[in-house]
């Protein structure tokens, strides 16, 4: 295989992260009109830009569907950014502050003038006050859909929904608190996440009705104006935004091709401003030496994770799970998927630097050893290995997902292992695959995450549900740790807690099997500014997400 066959960077903009959209784009161009940037040029209002991007959007309702956060942050107003690699709060949303007397209690004081934006309905300038948080807290706290439901959970003292709203309290229209049931440090990044948005009480209270996946109704700086999510997302600026001047474009228009040599090709001829195909590094090095694009590079959070189903036999047998593990070659997926600039990944992955393994530590765990990996079949009873199928989800424009499944199931051949690869609609993988554990074996890539609760949470007996996990994986100790870990606010006691919890992982090899990190590489128009880039850290007086992209082409 090549690299281009292997499109393994750039994965957080392919699965539609927020933050993706917040700090950067990708694409590139060699043919088509050529715009030189001014270095003189200074931000201004006015402008449109059309945005590839190579996966299709199901919905665009923050508390129910995961495919189109990054559409979400422009619609809806949050309350407030968060900086990733100073991990504190930016409050330049709808919170103005936060009060902490204690670990426990969350006291927010938040902006007037907050309104939904006018689109024609009658919740047009609705206000986005305590009350509209109150509301917004219950509905995503409760949603079927939201993946983690620890932290509401934690406000409420109980697993029982019906718990939450008694739980957040709204003393005056501009005061919103609730206390926690016990310290939970995440909770403050959590807030950030693009699911946590704010909608008015009228929109939660007719949500059903009015179609949230198709329909916006928001606060935000852009309004939606067209919703094809397998085709075309037009949003235009929301004239009513409460930060005056702001946003400065009039127009995004996101065009999706789920084909990426298609997509990139679109860019190539001119058609977007920015491209959302999946770049590897000859990509970036062809468009760093273009003057007329943008081009940059960073670490990728994004990683490819096999999750065992430990309560199937084989994968009940810890010989079995480290001869998998340790029969996977991982330096071959970073030579083909990672352009060889790749690095091990442990439990929490190798970016978040203060809170990750070692490198030598995982590069010596993870060496791949086919004779010890066949001796610990043989003590298995397994001398002539086993089938079995691996379960991943269809992404279309994504196809680096089941080319990284590939280099697994050829690895595992060699222990006679022989798997095959079995596609799921995502949707159907997220609710008949994923969360009810029906598997034995899967594989998909785990998000992105900047703090080191949610990657752990996943080997938690109670896993980010708060209500079990799907791969039957249960360890006393180890929940200890992750509990403990969450509960601690001191840098350094934390830290040598989440250490001591990943050698336990290691150990364990599973329920899941990490592989590799790479980098994301970006390019755009040289003269389309994103505020920021992937390579900096996000400016701590920056505004909400998507506000700051100008053009100098007005």
């Known amino acids: 295989m090549s690299r281009r066959a292997l499109l393994g960077a750039g994965a957080t903009t392919a699965l539609g992260g927020a933050a993706a959209l917040a700090v950067g784009c990708s694409g590139g161009t060699s043919g088509g009109p050529r715009f030189t940037p001014n270095p003189n040029a200074t931000p201004g209002p006015g402008g449109s830009i059309t945005w590839g991007r190579p996966v299709s959007v199901g919905g665009v309702d923050p508390h129910v569907d995961l495919t189109g956060l990054d559409i979400d942050a422009l619609l809806y107003s949050y309350l407030y950014s968060w900086a990733p690699g100073a991990e504190v709060t930016i409050f330049n949303n709808l919170a103005t502050s936060l009060e902490m007397p204690e670990v426990t209690n969350f006291i927010f004081t938040l902006r007037d003038g907050v309104r939904n934006a006018p689109v024609g309905g009658e919740f047009d300038g609705e206000d986005i006050d305590s009350e509209a948080c109150k509301e917004s807290f219950v509905r995503r706290g409760t949603s079927i859909t939201a993946v983690d439901k620890r932290f509401p959970q934690k406000i409420a003292g109980s697993r029982d929904p019906a718990m939450l709203r008694p739980a957040l309290q709204t003393p005056d229209k501009f005061t919103f608190s609730f206390n926690m049931a016990e310290p939970f440090v995440p909770a403050v990044r959590e807030m950030a996440n693009a699911t946590w948005a704010m909608m008015s009480p009228g929109v939660t209270e007719n949500a059903p009705t009015l179609q949230l996946g198709r329909n916006a109704f928001g606060s935000g700086p852009f309004t939606l104006e067209e919703f094809v999510g397998n085709e075309r997302i037009v949003v235009k600026r929301n004239p009513d935004y409460f930060i005056p001047g702001r946003p400065y474009l009039d127009q995004i228009t996101y065009v999706i091709i789920t084909d990426n040599s298609s997509l990139l090709a679109a860019f190539k001829n001119g058609q977007h401003d920015v491209s959302g195909a999946i770049l590897v590094k000859e990509d970036f090095d062809e468009f760093n030496a273009d003057p007329s694009l943008a081009a ?21 047998d810890i010989r079995v ?157 180890l929940d200890k740790l992750i509990d403990a870990q969450a509960a601690e606010f001191d840098f350094e006691a934390r830290k040598a807690i989440i250490t001591e919890a990943q050698e336990l992982i290691l150990g364990e090899h599973g329920p899941q099997l990490t592989t590799t990190g790479g980098f994301q590489y970006s390019a755009r128009k040289a003269v389309v500014h994103p505020g920021f880039s992937i390579d900096e850290d996000t400016p701590l007086d920056s505004n909400p997400v998507g506000v700051d992209i100008w053009t100098e082409l007005t």
Not at 296 to 316: E, I, K, Q, W
Not at 344 to 359: S, V
Not at 383 to 411: C, E, H, W, Y
Not at 425 to 450: H, K, Q, R
């Open 296 to 316: 940059a590079t960073a670490p990728s959070l994004f990683y490819p994770v096999v999750h065992m189903n430990v309560r199937r036999d084989p994968y009940d």
């Open 321 to 477: 799970r480290e001869a998998l593990n340790i029969s996977i070659n991982r330096d071959l997926i970073i030579e083909l998927a990672q352009s060889g600039e790749g690095q091990f990944g442990g439990p929490i992955q190798w970016p978040q630097k203060q809170w990750a393994l070692p490198r030598a530590r995982l590069e010596s765990f993870y060496k791949r050893d086919v004779a010890k990996a066949k001796q610990l079949m043989d003590a298995a009873g397994r001398p002539d290995g086993f089938k079995a199928l691996l379960k991943t989800p269809r992404l279309p424009g994504v196809n680096f997902i089941n080319d990284i499944a590939r280099i697994i199931v050829d690895s595992w051949k060699d222990i006679n292992v022989d798997v095959q690869i079995d596609e799921v609609e995502l949707g159907a993988y997220i609710g008949s695959v994923l969360l009810p554990g029906n598997f034995d074996m899967t594989f998909f890539p785990n998000l992105p995450y900047d703090e080191p609760d949610r990657p752990l949470s996943f080997y938690h007996s109670l896993g980010v549900t708060g209500s079990g996990n799907w791969t039957g994986y249960t360890n006393p100790t």
